[in-house]
């Protein structure tokens, strides 16, 4: 933020740092567990595309992470019958409201 004078003249900038190291200590591990995760880990944005594809995912899919990153989820990765329900349970956690247990066929790479 500006520093100023007695008479308002801005006479420099005075900054607040904050040490981040242990929460991207954090972030890195939180990434790591989810990777090496014995379950396919995916995650979406709000608008539906997919933002986490794990190293188990793209084992059991055949798509790795950068194939799929970017990409809306439930049309290109969920079979057609479970698309309208997996989409309700995705629209309901990203309005806060989890649901848990839910099971869906994915869409291999070999279709």
């Not at 981040?20 to 954090?26: D, E, F, L, P, S």
């Not at 084992?59 to 329900?85: H, K, L, N």
Request: glycine letters at 10%.
């Amino acid at each position: 933020t500006s520093r100023r004078d007695v008479d308002g003249h801005i006479i420099g900038v005075v900054g607040i740092g904050q040490d981040i190291t242990a929460r991207i200590a954090q972030e890195e591990e939180y990434s790591r567990l989810i990777d090496t995760a014995n379950a396919p880990i995916f995650g979406v944005d709000v608008d539906g595309k997919v933002n986490v594809w794990n190293q188990h995912a793209s084992d059991v899919v055949g798509f790795t992470a950068e194939q799929t990153f970017g990409r809306p989820f439930v049309r290109e990765f969920i079979t057609e019958d479970f698309r309208s329900s997996v989409q309700d349970v995705l629209d309901k956690a990203l309005r806060g409201e989890e649901d848990s247990n839910f099971a869906f066929p994915l869409i291999t790479k070999e279709g």
